[in-house]
């Protein structure tokens, strides 16, 4: 089974800090995904009259969609 895209991080970066022996470190932290994040847009326009989880799964489908297009503009 193949690992559906999820247009990498939605929101990346990196966090610098000082370490408990006094050296400065960074990290990077990702957050949600791109495509958590597009289904969230796209979900306050479905039709509430549907099952919660039918929205919720529509709302994947519309960040697949999105997905998708970027990479045809690319």
């Not at 022996?21 to 479905?46: H, N, P, Q, V």
């Not at 994947?60 to 999105?66: F, H, N, S």
């Amino acid at each position: 089974m193949s690992k559906k895209d999820d247009g990498g991080a939605a929101f990346p970066r990196q966090i610098d800090y000082r370490a408990t022996d006094g050296c400065m470190m960074s990290k990077e932290e990702f957050g949600m995904t791109l495509r958590d994040y597009f289904a969230t847009k796209a979900i306050s326009s479905l039709d509430w009259t549907n099952p919660p989880k039918a929205c919720a799964a529509d709302a994947y489908r519309i960040a697949d969609a999105m997905i998708a297009a970027r990479k045809e503009e690319a």
